[in-house]
Nanobody, 128 residues
Framework: VQLVESGGGLVQAGTSVRLSCVTS?????????VGWFRQAPGKEREFVAT????????FYADSVKGRFTISRNNAKNTVALQMNSLKPEDTAVYYC?????????????????????WGQGTQVTVSS
């Protein structure tokens, strides 16, 4: 499956950005658990959030809990990451990742090795 992220850019601290991840071609995103990860310069790629196939279960990194919301619209083949109250430390390239799953209610985990499909990433830069 090919994943394409969009929505990044340069924003000021305290503002919001909404990222989107869509599947290309005829692949239905409903078949996959989806996660968002990010990688800042000089740092390892880290987990941000994940959502179950049904969209009913989510899991967040502590650093973004209460500020970021992951959601999905399977009819539109889209998973979104709404990022509010952005901080300069949120600056990173954000990646959408997907893993096949039989369960529709269990989200993914923070272990990036579980995700077999990755997008190219979208840059989010938060200025202070």
């Amino acid at each position: 499956v090919q994943l394409v992220e969009s929505g990044g850019g340069l924003v000021q601290a305290g503002t919001s950005v909404r990222l989107s991840c869509v599947t290309s071609g005829s692949t239905f995103i409903s078949r996959y658990v989806v996660g968002w990860f990010r990688q800042a310069p000089g740092k390892e790629r880290e987990f941000v959030a994940t959502i179950s196939r049904s969209g009913g279960s989510t899991f967040y990194a502590d650093s973004v809990k209460g500020r970021f919301t992951i959601s999905r619209n399977n009819a539109k083949n889209t998973v979104a990451l709404q990022m509010n109250s952005l901080k300069p430390e949120d600056t990173a390239v954000y990646y959408c990742a997907a893993k096949e799953s039989v369960s529709t209610v269990v989200p993914g985990t923070a272990d990036r090795s579980e995700y077999g499909y990755w997008g190219q990433g979208t840059q989010v830069t938060v200025s202070s």
